[in-house]
């Protein structure tokens, strides 16, 4: 399974994603089967077209549309996605977008979100977009989507509560909730180069804004955008292997990897406090966390706590030692590390289904060993040593099956 990586450079819309992902290779089928979900086929007709910016080429999203009436609002809308026929984790994704739209336009206006009638986002042109591009996410079920910060542009966009300056109040906004970070290099161009649509897409299907360190493409697809620009104005959505992929795909064991590491000692919270904080860290991704009572200063008792933790986490990580410990300081370093290639199955046993760990050692040959978990639990579900359980596990262990890739 693949990443997905956005480039969004200058800026980001959502027709572009659009026609990025179907530059990509998402069928134009898939686009329409989900839109006809929602009771909009008759409404529009979506067209695929080649076209350049700057000598650049790509496609560029056309949308006609048959009825240029009709505006809803969040609750219409609303009751549009709750009644489509949809895949739970799909239906999710489209709810999500539009809500942080309601939310944010009901933030900028002072009024109650679902009260909040959409004008611009909530024309057909922009129900295409959002669900189209929530459809081409579903149908490419990328392991991660990564994506670089997005600029804005400047000067005004005319509107239906007329013209506002950019970035759009909107934008704002939901730049705002999402705390995303803006890149404000080239923000001297004139002209709207990140939408309230494209902003939302974003805010709710990219999962890390941070790019990859290393990464390796293996396609790509090319967005081309209304507005022209001294610059390419385009979007690129690129298919790719991060270098942890590309090692496990070469079956090379151990791997090297980048890790982060980060430090406190912390001498004004409770060990029944310190132990909360630890098992956040576990539940929000850290590879591995420990802590040790020493002396500070006054010869106070402390804890040192030490967590190491993926690199492109270590922002957010970061936020939570100051969110949920006293610490007033944070000691982060990069380090590499070897690690041997593993992944989690299970197998037959004569208790039943038992879960397991295989290894992958430097010469190719595989370890299997069941998880301690299920140690325990046998143990203490039938009386029995954890000896005797690994003993009879050994004995009546079947042909172990694979949850999920080498990593």
Known sequence: MEEILIECSPGVSGDMLLGAFHDLGVPKIIIDKTLACFGLGDSYHLNFRESKSCSIRGIRVEIGINDQSTKRDWSSIKDLILKAELEKKLKKRIYQVFESLAMAEGVVHGIDPDKVHFHEIGGIDSLVDIIGVCASIEYLKPKKVFCNEPTLGRGLVKTDHGKLSIPSPAVIELLRKKDIKVISNIDSIEGELSTPTGIALLGNLVESFQMPNKYSISSYGVGIGNLVLPC??????????????????????????????????????????????????????????????????????????????????????????????????????????WVLLRRRGECLTTFGKIKFKQTMKPNGTISLKPENDEILRLQIENNKTAQEVKNMIKESCSEFKAFEDWK
């Open 232 to 337: 390419p104005n385009l979007v690129r959505i690129f298919k790719i292997n991060t270098s942890n992929k590309n090692l496990i795909d070469k079956k090379i064991s151990p791997r090297y990897e980048e890790i982060s590491i980060q430090e406190a000692l912390i001498d004004d919270q409770s060990s029944e406090e310190i132990a909360n904080l630890l098992e956040i860290f576990r539940k929000e991704g850290a590879y591995d966390v420990s802590s040790q009572v020493t002396n500070m200063k006054k010869n106070r008792t402390s804890f040192s706590i030490q967590v190491i933790l993926p690199i492109e986490k270590q922002e957010y990580f970061r936020q939570l030692w100051f969110q949920y410990s006293n610490t007033i300081g944070l000691r982060e370093r990069k380090q590499f590390r």
